[in-house]
């Protein structure tokens, strides 16, 4: 199982249904001016098929990294609403910047942004679950921490 993913790897990759426990907007600490965009998710790395009826999912927390962010838009649907992703669409640079624009359509929120590409590190080895999150004891809080498990 690999521990970290960049945008080489997107083909492979799919963030249906991944829980999104925290959001990050802010700047690089060595003061470039481009933003950092993080989120702290569960990502679900297979979904295994139902035996007795019920999917189960191998899950890891991870941080997701878009570096070099900028003109990062959205919406948030109400506040008690969880936050789950949908997918994550690469598009085409709507100008001649060659930055593509990111796509984070979630069921309850929608996010944009441009940015080079993005990193993503898995934090532990994926655990077996019965459902699509870990609780917050399992996946060891809330973290943006980029290291991946060895």
């Known amino acids: 199982m690999k521990a970290t993913w960049t945008d080489a790897d ?18 690089r600490d060595d003061g470039f001016p481009w933003q950092r965009v993080l989120f702290d998710l569960d990502y679900i ?3 295994v098929p139902p035996e007795d009826g019920t999917f189960t999912f191998w899950i890891a927390p991870a941080t997701l990294v878009f570096d070099e962010a900028w003109d ?11 936050l789950d992703l949908d997918a ?5 640079p ?18 944009r942004l441009r940015a080079p ?5 898995l ?3 994926p655990v077996h679950s019965r ?20």
């Open 131 to 150: 459902h699509q999150y870990l609780p917050l004891t399992t996946r060891g809080g809330l973290s943006f921490a980029e290291n991946p498990f060895s």
């Open 117 to 121: 590409g993005y990193t993503q590190y």
């Open 10 to 27: 997107f083909d492979e990759m799919g963030w249906h249904d991944c829980r999104v426990h925290a959001l990050s907007i802010g700047v």
């Open 72 to 82: 990062v838009t959205g919406d948030l649907a109400p506040a008690n609403e969880l």
């Open 45 to 47: 790395t297979r979904w």
């Open 88 to 92: 994550v669409h690469r598009l085409a």
């Open 123 to 125: 934090r532990t080895e």
């Open 94 to 111: 709507p100008d001649d910047r060659p930055d593509p624009l990111w796509h984070l359509e979630g069921h309850n929120f929608d996010l």
